[in-house]
């Protein structure tokens, strides 16, 4: 076995995390600490990519805030990620939507994936 994947998986703790892909909404909780105090805080928007593999697994979420666009990488293996909640699956053909940074209003829309 490859020392690398070896260490790797002694590290890496198992979450129970919903299985997403790119094109999901999806609300990240993830706790953030302040000083003493410590809350959690909800990230709400659209998965752009997935990257990696095992320990090293993160994800990017885009969302609009006030008309600006602003993304977000998390890895998998973090512990301050509490909960990942999927609110809808998205219709898309690509691993990576980096043409949404481009796209404002209607067009930057994904469609909902139907499951019967």
Excluded: C, W
């Amino acid at each position: 076995m490859d020392a690398i994947k070896f260490v790797n998986e002694q590290l890496s703790k198992a979450k129970e995390l919903p299985s997403f892909r790119a094109g999901d909404n999806v609300i990240v909780s993830y706790k953030i600490v302040e000083g003493d105090k410590e809350r959690t805080q909800d990230f709400r928007g659209d998965v752009i990519q997935i990257k990696g593999e095992g320990a090293t697994r993160t994800f990017t979420v885009r969302k609009i805030s006030n008309g600006v666009g602003v993304e977000r990488i998390f890895p998998i293996a973090s512990p301050n990620i509490v909960e990942i909640k999927i609110t809808k699956h998205g219709k898309v053909r690509r691993a990576r939507l980096f043409y949404l940074r481009e796209r404002v209003g209607k067009k930057a829309r994904i469609k909902e994936r139907r499951r019967l």
